[in-house]
């Protein structure tokens, strides 16, 4: 495999220097802060990356306070209280993305975080509890128990929240590939996930940065060369 300094050294040329490149890496992340996260704050945050999937994120953004209205501020327990008319009324509401799939999908998850809220003293405890080397098994577990958190869904999720994630993007997954890792151009198997995990771990160990940053310095190191007021727009940053 490269060496993570050469791959850092050609993502800060790309961006005008190592002081451009450092300020497009975001705050270091803090898994244990994650713990205080009320359960209504994970829903929300859930449902704003279901949403956001396959749209444009700006729209989602702007529409958001009219989805906190909508879907009661996300509060699980008062979610799921609600008769099935609310739901479907939900399905012609101007204030949201009319989406039935989706809609149903903020109706499923809030059991899952009321379930999982249950076990653990809180969903952010949860979350905060998993083992940050592990985020492929975390992605999985979303995955399987929630609803519509698989695939870039459930690692943009972790994201917002600032659990320290990667992003499997097609420049990152590029760049892994460039520096010798044996994966697929669109690594989506537990196989390459695996890879993918076990590489960054091993950088993470090496460097001492969090993953979000390794994950940004990769992807930024290849493909094309975005400059950085661009990167602020789309990151929101």
Same mark, same amino acid.
């Given at each position: 495999m490269m060496d993570f300094q050469k791959i850092r050294a050609r993502a800060a040329k790309r961006k005008g220097g190592e002081a451009a490149l450092a300020s497009l890496l975001g705050p270091i992340p803090d898994n244990a802060a994650v713990a205080d996260i009320t359960d209504d704050r994970i829903l929300s945050t859930m449902a704003e990356r279901v949403f956001a999937a396959g749209f444009v994120w700006r729209v989602i953004e !702007? $529409?958001? @306070?009219? /989805?906190?209205? #909508? +879907?009661? =501020? +996300?509060? @699980? %327990?008062?979610?799921? +209280?609600?008769?099935?008319? /609310?739901?479907?009324?939900?399905?012609?509401?101007? =204030?949201?993305? =009319?989406?039935? *799939? %989706?809609? %149903?999908s903020v109706r499923d998850n809030a059991a899952f975080v009321a379930r999982v809220s249950k076990g653990h003293g809180g969903f952010g405890r949860f979350l905060a509890d998993w083992p940050e080397d592990d985020q492929v098994g975390l992605m999985a577990y979303l995955g399987k128990h929630g609803s519509r958190l698989g695939g870039n869904t459930? *690692?943009? /999720?972790?994201?917002?929240?600032?659990?320290?994630? +990667?992003?499997?993007? #097609?420049?990152? #997954?590029?760049?892994? =590939?460039? #520096?010798?890792?044996?994966?697929?151009?669109? @690594?989506?198997? $537990?196989?390459?996930?695996? %890879?993918? !995990?076990?590489q960054i771990n091993v950088w993470a160990a090496e460097t001492s940065l969090p993953r979000r940053h390794i994950s940004r310095i990769l992807a930024m190191s290849i493909g094309e060369n975005h400059s950085p007021e661009a990167l602020r727009e789309y990151m929101g940053e």
């Open positions: !702007q $529409k958001w @306070p009219g /989805f906190e209205e #909508a +879907f009661l =501020r +996300f509060e @699980p %327990k008062r979610l799921l +209280f609600q008769p099935d008319d /609310f739901w479907h009324d939900l399905a012609r509401d101007e =204030r949201i993305v =009319r989406n039935p *799939q %989706k809609i %149903k459930g *690692q943009y /999720f972790l994201r917002w929240l600032e659990w320290d994630a +990667f992003i499997v993007s #097609a420049d990152m #997954a590029a760049a892994l =590939r460039d #520096a010798g890792l044996d994966i697929a151009e669109i @690594p989506t198997s $537990k196989r390459d996930l695996d %890879k993918i !995990q076990n």
